[in-house]
């Protein structure tokens, strides 16, 4: 009886090892323990064959969810095999279903090299060659733990019609803005002109004045109309240096440094101004070791016109309070949060606060904040606002 139930249990054993679940154990045998071990052994079989059955649905399941969906998904193991690329990566990057990373190199070098060296929970935008056109691909990375190995998952897609809209939309809003600034300046320089050149015609023959006819009333009201154009060129003029500037970002200069060594540069260089209009400056850096990868120098001109905003939305406002504050936020990113409980942003004007020239400011450029969008997408982040009209408002810079 002990041989039969070793023999019973060890095939059993090297069924389950060979993953044979067609093995039933049935039949009497001589006596009823033997039985009930017959029992429950084709009960667990049977079991482990319907989980397993179970998990191979699953896995085919998830493979065509995979296959189907309209976001290119790679997924590339640290020894840099591709465990996974779906039809829709196949689509967009013009590759088959490549085994290894190097394979990809061959095809496209340029989405390799992003591949490898995107970071972690970072999202980029790259163009890539395709056909006559750069196609416009939104990169986003994340690793996973699978069984002991690093696997490091990118999502591509194509942003082309998202990036047209988008592009459409923004043109659209610049040139009524551009349109405005301009009619604003060449309207009273067509007037000026106009008048300067009445006070010099005369009216019988439609010539020029004789310097005789020339009172002292109409050369001062000539000279004012000189002015006039003088003031409205030099405005003209500093219009375009304004959008050069947007147009001619250097590239950055990358570096890692602590944020609270940030800050503290950032308080040094507003304290006085700050002292000056009795404005508190609360600053907060969680934990101490927080870091951030950017250009130095471009975000602290980034924090300086924040709050420079900040200090001219608490004009008039008693109790006046600026903050700082330093944290991690989703996807392992850093955020660094400027805020203010001054007179806040109306909600009706909150989404166009960062399209160029657009400004409330009787003396504004409206470079300032759309500046400050483009240097830090510039740099694969973001900024955001939050703003409650009356009672307060925060950017958030994240990297």
Known sequence: ?????????????????????????????????????????????????????????????????????????????????????????????GINYPSTIKEIEKKNP??????????????????????????????????????????????????????????????????????????????????SIDTISGLLTDEKNGGPKEAVDLTRDTISDTIKGMEIIKDKTIGLKEFVRNFRSLTELPQPDMEEFP??????????????????????????????????????????????????NSVESLEGRTGKKIEIKAFPGSNERTVIAISDNGSGIPYEIQNKIFIPFFTTKKNGSGIGLSLSRQIMMQQGGYITVESVPGEKTAFNLVF
């Open 110 to 191: 340029e989405i390799a090299k992003h591949i490898k060296n995107t970071r972690p929970t970072q999202k980029k935008v790259i163009k890539v060659n395709s056909g006559k056109h750069p196609l416009p691909l939104s990169l986003r990375t994340t690793e996973i733990k699978f069984r002991d190995n690093l696997i490091k998952l990118i999502s591509i897609q194509n942003i082309r019609k998202e990036m047209e809209e988008k592009e459409l939309e923004s043109w659209q809003e610049l040139i009524r803005v551009l349109t405005h600034e301009i009619m604003n300046s060449v309207g009273p320089l067509i007037s």
């Open 259 to 308: 944020v609270k060594e940030l800050v503290e540069e950032i308080k040094f260089l507003v304290s006085d101004m700050l002292k000056s209009k009795s404005i508190v400056l609360g600053t907060a850096v969680y934990p101490d070791s927080l870091k951030v990868l950017t250009d130095r120098k471009n975000i602290i001109q980034v924090l300086i016109n924040l709050i420079n």
């Open 1 to 93: 009886a002990v041989n039969i139930t070793n023999n019973t249990l060890a095939g059993c054993f090297e069924s389950l090892e060979m993953e044979d679940m067609m093995l039933v154990y049935r039949g009497k045998q001589q006596s009823a323990s033997l039985n009930r071990i017959n029992s429950s052994l084709s009960r667990i079989c049977k079991q482990v064959k319907d989980a397993r059955s179970a998990e191979a649905e699953k896995t085919l399941y998830l493979k065509a969810v995979t296959e189907h969906a309209g976001v290119g998904l790679i997924a590339v193991n640290s020894k840099g095999e591709v465990e996974l690329f779906n039809r829709s990566a196949a689509e967009i990057t």
